[in-house]
């Protein structure tokens, strides 16, 4: 990141450090959310599910009325 910092301040002037700095933020936000996603996806798979003592039923919501 240091490398990227300094070429885009050079290019941009103090603009490149805040597109630096902002593209940093998307990436890390796209991989935390491709990770949690991959994550719960995983855990509800059978042979991890069984691992996990998640439920791998989908519960439906019940309506007393």
Do not use: N
């Not at 719960?40 to 042979?47: K, N, S």
């Amino acid at each position: 990141m240091p490398r990227t910092l300094h070429r885009s301040i050079a290019q941009l002037g103090p603009l490149g450090s805040v597109f630096t700095l902002l593209s940093w933020i998307i990436v890390i936000c796209i991989a935390t959310s491709a990770a949690i996603a991959s994550g719960y996806a995983l855990a509800h798979e059978q042979p991890l599910a069984r691992l996990l003592g998640t439920d791998t039923q989908s519960e439906e919501p019940t309506q007393d009325a």
